[in-house]
């Protein structure tokens, strides 16, 4: 069975077919697929309830799938608290790619937040800041959607080290898309210096991950590329991706 056939059997079937079903097939056959051939197969059997996620950090995945999928939906959570150059690579992606970015915000502007639940959440309550600014948003966001596409790679954390190509998002009940999944660090560099893609320019300047401005910091040279995100906190994940 190719992966056309997939595409095709899963198209006719996706009125009936349970989407769990269809994560435990895509698993099997897309596991030595190339990104692009992953995204394909996302693109066909979901059409436009297929949507990525961006935290603007560079633009490898919105260059990936809009190569598939031009004007796909890119979610972008704008948590208040994002460097300036973050929200400038966002709004060069605009320009850039064509893809159709939307912000989404949390219910409560910074703020109001800290009118109710005092200031710095973050370094008081980092686990609740994360999700009232992050996961909670981006939950609401993705109601519409059958499946989206995230950039996570097994390589980056221990966390991330089972993460399959396509899985089930049992939080959302919806499927979730990892086609760089198998990615090394140096497959995302060579990609990137290949085909130009846009990149936030913090990373020049030793911020390997970046997230929000106050739970960042910058990372030493030999230092774990994620050991600059809540250093100090004994965090590792914002909780999207648990």
């Known amino acids: 069975m190719t992966l056309v056939d997939i595409e095709v059997g899963l198209r006719e079937q996706r009125g009936t077919l349970d989407l769990q079903d269809i994560v435990d097939s895509a698993a099997i056959f897309l596991e030595e697929a190339s990104p692009r051939e992953i995204i394909r197969w996302a693109a066909a059997t979901f059409g436009d309830r297929l949507c990525l996620t961006s935290s603007m950090s560079d633009a490898l995945l919105i260059d990936l799938v809009s190569r598939v999928k031009p004007g796909v939906d890119v979610l972008f959570i704008d948590t208040g ?77 221990p966390t991330r080290a089972e993460t399959k190509v396509v899985e089930w998002d049992a939080k959302r009940q919806m499927v979730k898309v990892n086609p760089i999944a198998r990615w090394t660090q140096d497959d995302v560099d060579n990609y990137m210096a290949d085909n130009g893609v846009l990149i936030n320019p913090l990373h020049y300047d030793n911020y390997p991950s970046i997230g929000c401005a106050p739970c960042t910091r910058q990372v030493a040279d030999g230092e774990d590329p994620r050991s600059g995100r809540w250093a100090g906190l004994g965090k590792v994940e914002c909780g999207i991706h648990l």
């Open 81 to 157: 608290y994002h460097f300036a150059e973050t929200v400038g690579t966002r709004d060069a992606v605009r320009q850039v790619y064509d893809v159709n970015v939307i912000d989404v915000k949390p219910s409560r502007t910074v703020e109001e937040q800290d009118r109710e639940l005092g200031p710095r959440l973050f370094g008081r309550n980092p686990d609740l800041c994360c999700y009232l600014r992050k996961v909670e948003p981006l939950n609401r966001a993705l109601e519409p959607y059958l499946a989206w596409v995230s950039g996570i790679r097994r390589d980056e954390s």
